[in-house]
T-cell receptor
Framework: DVKVTQSSRYLVKRTGEKVFLECVQD?????MFWYRQDPGLGLRLIYF???????EKGDIPEGYSVSREKKERFSLILESASTNQTSMYLC????????????FGDGTRLSIL | DQQVKQNSPSLSVQEGRISILNCDYT??????FLWYKKYPAEGPTFLIS?????DKNEDGRFTVFLNKSAKHLSLHIVPSQPGDSAVYFC??????????????FGQGTILTVHP
């Protein structure tokens, strides 16, 4: 079974802090994704990476950056956290074939105070 | 610009009956569709998918129907069980170009199955 692990289940940070969310997958998947889930809006794609050191903006990249130095690890960075970034953050991975499903971690509930 | 829409925020069904969850899309380039189920405090789990070359795909109690002309897909669960109570998301992707097969999700529908 694919295992996608997000480093924290719950996180509380302050406005203006730099925040790192970590995600690790154990299936040697090429593609990795970061989403945020908000009530009534579903899952929205922030950034994705189709290979090591490669990244592409998703639908809502503003205020975020990402890092993928190793194949198994994909980090989401909030450069200067703001209250409107309070959300559930979900990481996913997928083999390089587009018609395969993405596999998700259990999410990080991030609160910015 | 919501390209994938689930217009019913919630659905309540009696155990043993059929649950029908609906999803509409606007982007005619979408050619691969998926349904995910999500329990509270867990990540979404993949349920079933369908390619645009098909109009139906079945897996046990779950069947997905695709109507390309109407840009509509639906998920049928028969029979419904209390353990099916969860949030259901439909998602769509387009092959080719620079899309890399990224998924666009609907807003989700909360399904409650009553014993």
């Amino acid at each position: 079974d694919v295992k996608v692990t997000q480093s924290s289940r719950y996180l509380v940070k302050r406005t203006g802090e730099k925040v790192f969310l970590e995600c690790v997958q154990d299936m040697d998947h090429e593609n990795m994704f970061w989403y945020r889930q908000d009530p009534g809006l579903g899952l929205r794609l922030i950034y994705f990476s189709y290979d090591v050191k490669m990244k592409e903006k998703g639908d809502i990249p503003e205020g975020y950056s990402v890092s993928r130095e190793k194949k198994e690890r994909f980090s989401l960075i909030l450069e200067s956290a703001s209250t409107n970034q309070t959300s559930m953050y979900l990481c996913a991975s997928r083999t390089g074939f587009s018609r395969q499903p993405q596999h998700f971690g259990d999410g990080t509930r991030l609160s910015i105070l | 610009d919501q390209q994938v829409k689930q217009n019913s925020p919630s659905l309540s069904v009696q155990e043993g009956r059929i649950s029908i969850l609906n999803c509409d899309y606007t982007n005619s380039m979408f050619d691969y569709f998926l349904w995910y189920k999500k329990y509270p405090a867990e990540g979404p789990t993949f349920l079933i998918s369908i390619s645009s070359i098909k109009d139906k795909n079945e897996d046990g109690r779950f069947t997905v129907f695709l109507n390309k002309s109407a840009k509509h897909l639906s998920l049928h669960i028969v029979p419904s069980q209390p353990g099916d109570s969860a949030v259901y998301f439909c998602a769509a992707s387009a092959m080719g170009g620079t899309s890399y097969g990224k998924l666009t999700f609907g807003q989700g529908t909360i399904l409650t199955v009553h014993p």
